[in-house]
Nanobody
């Protein structure tokens, strides 16, 4: 089992920045960020595999950067030039091997509100 603890959400003005953090209780092969609003399904935002292989949703490319610190099992999401449409609950997902199988683990979510 891997537990995830997210932090860093809050209220920010449009054009501002926030940095989200997600710390896992164990090693994960891949870590991802998703976001969800009450009206929409949970959508992929960014992911990182290993130390440097990253991918991003088209809607956030150039504004959001994912990184990880393997020493602390922490993944970060640096969000710049935020827009009101970035407002959502952001969830961290870790992919880890448990009992010989890859399993997905989710955090509790952290809220981001971007005011126009």
């Amino acid at each position: 089992q891997v537990q995830l603890v997210e932090s860093g959400g809050g209220l920010v003005q449009a054009g501002g920045s926030l940095k989200l953090s997600c710390t896992a209780s164990g090693r994960a092969s891949a870590m991802n960020w998703y976001r969800q609003t009450p009206e929409n399904e949970r959508d992929f935002v960014a992911g990182i595999i290993g130390g440097s292989s990253t991918n991003y949703a088209d809607s956030v490319k150039g504004r959001i950067t994912i990184s990880r610190d393997d020493a602390t099992n922490t993944v970060y999401l640096q969000m710049d030039s935020l827009k009101p449409e970035d407002s959502a609950t952001y969830y961290c997902k870790a992919v880890a091997v448990t009992d010989g199988n890859y399993k997905n683990y989710w955090g509790q979510g952290t809220h981001v509100t971007v005011a126009s």
